[in-house]
């Protein structure tokens, strides 16, 4: 009982661990609103016993040094910076060391993006097509020896996710690792709009940041897979302890 006691102590005084910042919209595709609501409350759930602090917005205009200079995470969870002013407080944020984890939309970019550092940033690849509708999906983890995906089967069948598909794709680039991609049985994958084939990446690290991209966050399925919600937390975790201010989540 005295050991729990002082544990819990030692635990309370380094509260907060972490800071998460979550940007997401409430007016954009409804089943991407959905997965931000899902997702919400699939992380506040971790914060349980006061882990760490999961912050909210629906502002992007919250995408400003002064705001975002207290968070070791950005999360983009439906959404992405398209003002001038939005766009560079990400770029700095990311260039000084912050650290991101995105999901799905918000690797969105096409001839109108207009913003090559983000480009380069997701590793290259412009959105090409997509998948609809959404379908379960078979997934190759790439590297099983890597902190995000140590332990998870090779193979698993990921819940309905419209899935997107890049060109080129990012593993093109030598600064990105993939984690994570399209089983080629899959293919044809879709049955409005098909994937014929290709390679697809769903979840890599551009390894000159502190950042994750996942694909998944299309509907409410994506969190009903444990393989799948251990890959997530995973990422979480990697991307934290990965802080160049001293490893605050390994530092136990
Ligand atoms: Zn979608």
């Not at 102590?9 to 509260?15: C, E």
């Not at 991407?32 to 409350?41: L, P």
């Not at 990400?90 to 480009?119: I, L, Q, S």
């Not at 444990?226 to 530092?251: H, P, S, Y």
Request: charged share 20%; net charge positive; aromatic share 14%.
């Amino acid at each position: 009982m005295l050991m729990i006691l002082v544990g819990t102590n030692l635990k309370a005084q380094r509260y907060p661990r972490f800071k998460v910042l979550a940007f997401y919209s409430t007016t954009v595709e409804s089943a991407h609103v959905n997965f931000a609501n899902d997702a919400i409350k699939f992380f506040k759930d971790l914060t349980i016993g006061k882990g760490f602090v999961f912050d909210l917005t629906t502002n992007m205009d919250d995408m400003n040094d002064e705001k975002v200079k207290d968070y070791q995470l950005i999360m983009m969870l439906n959404d992405f910076p398209t003002s001038p002013a939005q766009k560079q407080a990400f770029e700095k944020y990311m260039e000084n060391g912050g650290g991101c984890m995105g999901f799905h939309v918000a690797a969105y970019n096409d001839r109108t993006t207009k913003w090559p550092w983000f480009v380069n940033f997701l590793g290259g690849g412009i959105f090409d097509r997509n998948s609809w509708p959404p379908l379960p999906a078979k997934l190759v983890v790439e590297d099983t020896k890597h902190p995000i995906t140590n332990g998870l089967p090779k193979t698993y069948i990921a819940p309905a996710n419209e899935w997107y598909q890049w060109k080129p794709s990012p593993r093109a680039n030598k600064d990105v690792k993939v984690l994570a991609s399209l089983s080629k049985d899959n293919y044809p994958l879709g049955l409005k709009d098909i994937l014929p084939g290709g390679d697809t990446p769903v979840v890599w690290t551009n390894t000159n940041y502190r950042m994750i991209y996942l694909n998944f966050g299309h509907g409410g399925e994506i969190f009903k897979d444990a393989t799948q919600n251990r890959l997530i937390i995973a990422a979480l975790r990697w991307v934290i302890a990965t802080d160049k201010k001293g490893n605050v989540f390994e530092n136990e």
